[in-house]
């Protein structure tokens, strides 16, 4: 149980931005994700924050911008493979743990959360 919201016990924008940064870096060294994703991550970053931020709980950034985040209609045109979910699960694990975000609890429900979302995104047989 947490008070507020995600987004707020996680540690509001400073804490997504991290994130972020940390789970790109992995994911642009990842030989399973490396040839899904462009080359400059750039605009990529900036979207997952957007989109992060809202599925926190915090403002809907990525729904003011783009619409209707329709995840997995978005993903259609990418192979994912359970190999490639558990893949960006690895890499946002290891960026979760590398940010050192002070709320256990918050992180935990966190990647609970995206864990699920991940699973829901396969849309591939390995
Ligand atoms: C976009 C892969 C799971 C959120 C993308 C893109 C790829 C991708 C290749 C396009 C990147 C670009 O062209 O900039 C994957 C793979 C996943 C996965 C392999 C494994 C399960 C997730 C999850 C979330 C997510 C769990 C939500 C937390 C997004 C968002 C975008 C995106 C918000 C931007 C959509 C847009 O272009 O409007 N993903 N993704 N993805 N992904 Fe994922």
């Given amino acids: 149980y947490l008070k507020g919201t ?13 994130i972020v940064e940390q789970f790109y ?12 994703f462009p080359d400059d991550l750039t605009e990529t970053r900036r979207k997952q924050k957007q989109f992060l931020t809202q599925f926190c709980g915090g403002p809907a950034l990525f729904t003011r911008e783009h619409g209707h985040p329709r995840l997995r209609a978005r993903h259609l045109p990418f192979p994912i493979t359970p190999v490639k979910a558990e893949a960006w699960l690895d890499c946002m694990e290891r960026a979760l743990q590398a940010s050192k975000l002070e709320n256990d609890k918050a992180v935990q429900e966190l990647y609970q959360r995206l864990t699920l979302t991940a699973h829901h995104m396969i849309n591939t047989p390995s």
């Avoid at 994911?27 to 040839?35: K, R």
């Fill in 6 to 18: 995600l987004y707020d016990a996680l540690g509001g924008e400073h804490a997504i931005t991290t």
């Fill in 25 to 36: 870096n992995r994911v642009g060294e990842h030989p399973e994700l490396i040839p899904l």
